[in-house]
């Protein structure tokens, strides 16, 4: 194929997957519609397409993990971006792999023959696997409630980060190797100064026991959804969580920008830390003075602005993930149960 017409198949490719990404039932419903091919509702991407495609995923995510993954060969660890991999645990390897999102099937894909999540509906023919959904839709059902009740809610920017502050008060057990900025003494004198306004479950429950009773509210995992609010940072952290839990159900791009989000949000999260962060670069937020809580809420709000239609692009997703018809799911998980049944042991 010359390098015109691949390129035209790949911006046609792009096309389809945007439009996935608008309406990923899009390929399902017209399946339903056509002559009883329910999982190839639209023609399949052509390979040259969506290698094209692929690519260019790889080299957006190398640009943002590349210097990660250069440290942890090295055996260096990095206070500030290593825990976007390690507290939510999802591997670069599986960040790295090009996906097109539900309803979207991948012509000439032997590639994806053992990828968890897909199968072949048709000969060298893969897409992601309803069987695959259908297991999946309690986790849809749970991020679709939490993000609609987060954007529900009015931000509140009044936190200033203290969540780092008080993981370490009164203790000496650090959660990364770096010094406190104002000792020991000082970062023990800011959390008892101001006030604690975590709303983060997941924060809070790193709290030291001195720090627990100083929130403003206990915070419990039951009472997540009813306390999730637009501003934490953290909140919009975990928008590349729960984008990554439905891989492959949602499309790479989405899941690229949330994480991208991630790791801008992570960055404001450390340097408004009570950790001297200066040996890797980076300069402090000092929420401890009036005039760093001020800039610390101006950054917080340019965040939860970036959050806002990513949030409701991945709400909008699984609220659609949810319409695909019951009997649709079941039908389609039959014939891989029977394939399943048929192997020889």
Partial sequence: MS????????????QRVAAAMRDPLGAEQQARRGAGDEDLGTPPLPRAAWLELAAA??????????????????????????????YYGHKPGRLRRWHPGFGVSLADSPDYAAVRGYHQPAPGTHTADPA??????????????????????????SCFGLHEWAMVYRTDDLRHAAPLRLGRTGTDRVVETLDLRCTHYDAYRFFTPDAV????????????????QPGCLHAGMDLYKWAFKLTPLLPS???????????AARELDMRASPYDLSAYGYTPVPIETPSGRADYVRAQADLARRALPLRQALLEHCERLLEVRP???????????RARTARPQ
């Fill in 3 to 14: 390098s015109a017409r691949s390129s035209a198949a790949a911006r046609e490719a792009g």
């Fill in 327 to 337: 009997e649709t799911l079941h039908r389609r998980a039959a014939p891989a149960a």
């Fill in 132 to 157: 695959f959904l259908a297991r999946r839709l309690d986790t849809v059902r749970f991020v679709a409630d939490l993000l609609r009740a987060t954007a529900a809610r009015q931000p509140r920017l």
């Fill in 253 to 263: 791009p989405l899941v690229l920008d949330a994480f991208e989000l991630a790791c």
């Fill in 57 to 86: 995923h790889r080299d957006r995510i190398e640009a943002l993990v590349g210097p990660y993954l250069r440290r942890r060969a090295a055996g260096e660890k990095h206070p500030v971006l290593d825990f976007l991999f390690t």
């Fill in 213 to 228: 009773p100083r929130n403003e509210l206990p915070l419990t995992r039951a009472d997540q959804v009813a306390r999730e």
